[in-house]
């Protein structure tokens, strides 16, 4: 079982790069914002998968709770930012 | 013999939500811009992290001896998925909303892909 779940935290960090392309070649600045969101999702089930590896999942827990908490306000402060700004042409 | 059971359960839970957010990953990277963008982003992942977070939570309550302190983690693990659950669509609702208050056309068939 530990092996099946170390290959999903590799397969989960394979994903990641994925998305990292989108965050780091997104043309305009929302598609950035979409890659990093999705980043941030992974990451929470990647903290559990680790909080599983090293057998401290009862703290791991609450670290891949507050990172939800934190990735879902980043993205909701961006977004109005941007709302408020309208600066945001296509480049 | 249940060890073997809730094994199975928790290999499938994990597989489906790796099969998902493959597919969100790589929608993210194909579709032409970035309202297209969204449909993978938004859906997949919130469904993906669902499914994982069953299925580790399964994994977490060991069914040989069931404690306390096990149960109560894997409920907190479901509040991770219903908080994802209710907070993805937000999040996607937002960053919508900003791109049609700049003003930017949706693509059409035809026109140029963006990125």
């Given at each position: 079982?530990?092996?099946?779940?170390?290959?999903c935290?590799?397969f989960l960090?394979?994903m990641m790069?994925?998305s990292?392309?989108?965050?780091?070649?997104?043309?305009?600045?929302?598609?950035?914002?979409?890659?990093?969101?999705a980043?941030g999702s992974k990451t929470v089930v990647l903290?559990l998968?680790?909080?599983?590896?090293?057998?401290?999942?009862?703290?791991?827990?609450?670290?891949?709770?507050?990172?939800?908490?934190?990735?879902?306000?980043?993205?909701?402060?961006?977004?109005?930012?941007?709302?408020?700004?309208?600066?945001?042409?296509?480049? | 013999?249940?060890?073997?059971?809730?094994?199975?359960?928790?290999?499938?839970f994990l597989s489906a939500g790796l099969v998902l957010f493959a597919g969100g990953g790589i929608g993210i990277?194909?579709?032409?811009?970035?309202?297209?963008?969204?449909?993978p982003a938004g859906k997949l992942d919130s469904l993906g992290l669902m499914l994982m977070v069953l299925g580790l939570?399964?994994?977490?309550?060991?069914?040989?001896?069931?404690?306390?302190?096990?149960?109560?983690?894997?409920?907190?693990?479901?509040?991770?998925a219903?908080?994802v659950f209710?907070?993805s669509?937000?999040?996607?609702?937002?960053?919508?909303?900003?791109?049609?208050?700049?003003?930017?056309?949706?693509?059409?068939?035809?026109?140029?892909?963006?990125?």
């Amino acid at each position: 079982m530990t092996s099946f779940l170390l290959f999903c935290g590799l397969f989960l960090c394979a994903m990641m790069l994925i998305s990292l392309y989108r965050a780091v070649f997104g043309p305009t600045v929302l598609d950035r914002l979409i890659g990093t969101n999705a980043i941030g999702s992974k990451t929470v089930v990647l903290l559990l998968i680790i909080g599983y590896l090293y057998g401290r999942v009862e703290m791991f827990v609450d670290i891949a709770l507050a990172y939800a908490l934190l990735n879902f306000i980043a993205v909701l402060a961006a977004s109005r930012y941007f709302y408020k700004k309208k600066g945001l042409r296509e480049e | 013999m249940i060890e073997y059971v809730s094994n199975g359960v928790v290999i499938f839970f994990l597989s489906a939500g790796l099969v998902l957010f493959a597919g969100g990953g790589i929608g993210i990277l194909r579709m032409p811009d970035f309202y297209s963008r969204l449909h993978p982003a938004g859906k997949l992942d919130s469904l993906g992290l669902m499914l994982m977070v069953l299925g580790l939570a399964v994994h977490n309550i060991h069914w040989e001896h069931i404690q306390l302190s096990n149960i109560l983690v894997s409920i907190k693990m479901l509040l991770i998925a219903g908080f994802v659950f209710h907070a993805s669509p937000t999040a996607t609702h937002a960053i919508v909303d900003a791109g049609i208050q700049a003003g930017m056309r949706p693509w059409r068939k035809g026109n140029t892909r963006r990125g």
